[in-house]
């Protein structure tokens, strides 16, 4: 079936470095891509999401870009700080539906003070 | 508002009994779906609901019922508890934006605060 492959599974890097984490999609229909944050305890929580007609989003120092040609997606964190340390998720929705998300197994990244 | 909200928040059952757990939105969403989150899988979708009277199976829908009587709930039935039914239980909600004319519509799901559930 459909599914979604995020890497990679442990992150860290030092204080005010950058981090990449990668996902790849199978469904070629797939049209919307969320990234959500879940930090320990908590639920997940949308950080920033992109649509299938646009190859790039930034929000302050958080960017998502897409290639959909090759199904892949990627977040890039820049100038970390150790509030973000959490476990990050990529989702892609099913089947061209907008209704249904499948997730990635989560990235967890943890920032170096 | 208070969002999507979830009961109870922690729960240990014992094998083969059943209980319900609840879910709730005040945002007049249409959709709601139920996933379970276990170590290292990520979020794994068991059942959705696009309205009231309308539900479908996700990827692991096996030893679960639900229903969708109003907007509003959406309960989460399991019928004969197994351990591995043991994990945290997120409950959804989402809209359908039609977004600019032209653009694909997206559905930022907003999930409740996790049931933990133990089946021992």
């Known amino acids: 079936g459909e599914n979604v492959e995020q890497h990679p599974s442990t992150l860290s890097v030092q204080e005010g470095d950058s981090a990449v984490i990668k996902c790849t999609y199978s469904d070629s229909a797939s049209n919307y891509f969320p990234w959500y944050k879940q930090e320990l305890g908590k639920r997940p929580q949308l950080i920033i999401d992109?649509?299938?007609?646009?190859g790039e989003k930034k929000d302050q120092r958080i960017a998502v870009t897409l290639n959909k040609t090759a199904k892949h997606f990627s977040l890039h964190i820049t100038e970390t700080q150790p509030e973000d340390s959490a476990v990050y998720f990529c989702a892609a929705t099913l089947s061209g539906s907008a209704r249904q998300l499948t997730f990635g197994s989560g990235t967890q990244l943890t920032v170096l003070p | 508002n208070a969002g999507v909200t979830q009961t109870p928040k922690f729960q240990v059952l014992k094998t083969g009994q059943s209980m319900t757990l609840q879910c709730a939105q005040d945002?007049?969403?249409?959709?709601m779906s139920w996933y379970r989150q276990d170590p290292g899988m990520g979020l794994r979708l068991i059942h959705y609901s696009v309205g009231a009277g309308i539900t479908d199976q996700g990827e692991v829908p096996n030893g679960y019922n639900v229903s969708r009587s109003t907007t509003e709930d959406f309960p989460l039935r399991l019928l004969s508890a197994a351990p591995s039914q043991t994990s945290v239980y997120f409950c959804?909600?989402?809209?359908?934006?039609?977004?600019?004319?032209?653009?694909?519509?997206?559905?930022?799901?907003?999930f409740g605060p996790g049931t933990r559930l133990t089946v021992l």
């Open positions: 992109i649509r299938s007609n646009v």
């Open positions: 959804a909600s989402s809209y359908e934006d039609p977004g600019l004319a032209g653009a694909p519509s997206y559905n930022e799901q907003f």
């Open positions: 945002m007049n969403h249409e959709y």
